[in-house]
């Protein structure tokens, strides 16, 4: 199994709203992605600032470049995601899965 990460940041004003964007959008479409394995979403604060780290767990690369295409090391964003974010990484990060419980 293959774990891709995502982080991102909003203003903590827009914490909220932000969620329920990504409920609609992006966690919809990898929760019915062909090989998804499940997600999580954490949430944590900084001063003025939340932050998010998506993971994304995959049964293989395959499954992922399915879902974000064939530079699957690029970040997948959404149109009202510049309403939102503070700024766009570039990148994710992969990791195979050596154990869960």
């Excluded at 774990?3 to 964007?21: F, Q, S």
């Excluded at 499940?38 to 939340?50: I, N």
């Amino acid at each position: 199994m293959i774990a891709r990460t995502w982080h991102g940041r909003v203003p903590a004003a827009k914490a909220d709203p932000y969620y329920g964007y990504m409920l609609r959008t992006g966690l919809a479409d990898i929760r019915s992605a062909a090989g998804n394995r499940g997600l999580l979403l954490l949430r944590s604060w900084e001063e003025d600032e939340a932050h998010y780290t998506l993971i994304s767990f995959w049964d293989s690369f395959e499954a992922i470049r399915d879902f974000a295409g064939e530079d699957y090391e690029r970040a997948r964003y959404y149109p009202e995601d510049d309403a939102y974010l503070l700024e766009r990484e570039e990148k994710v990060t992969h990791a195979e899965v050596v154990a869960r419980d």
